[in-house]
């Protein structure tokens, strides 16, 4: 994708690494998107599958978003469909 974050953004806590968790509560029709910034109105960069492991916490959450990396890619998820490993 063109405009996913392949590298760590300035946010300050986000280059320390984090839980790695998997994601839930996700219908495997549908997605989980990977955000530019913490909230539904940021747009989305990447589509992260039902089911997926690998989701690491690279900073502080807040306001039910995490800032995060998968595969990768850097950015923001909702943090109700995230579980531990």
Known sequence: ???AFRYPPPYGAAN???????VAGVR???ALYLRA???SRHR??????PGACG???RGSCAAGW???RYRG??????ASYLRPL
């Open 1 to 3: 994708l063109p405009h």
């Open 16 to 22: 320390a690494g984090g839980p790695t968790m998997c």
């Open 66 to 68: 995490c800032p995060v």
């Open 44 to 49: 989305a960069i990447w589509d992260i599958e």
């Open 55 to 57: 989701v690491s916490i």
């Open 28 to 30: 495997y029709s549908d």
């Open 37 to 39: 910034g913490p909230g």
């Open 73 to 78: 890619v850097y950015g923001w998820v909702n």
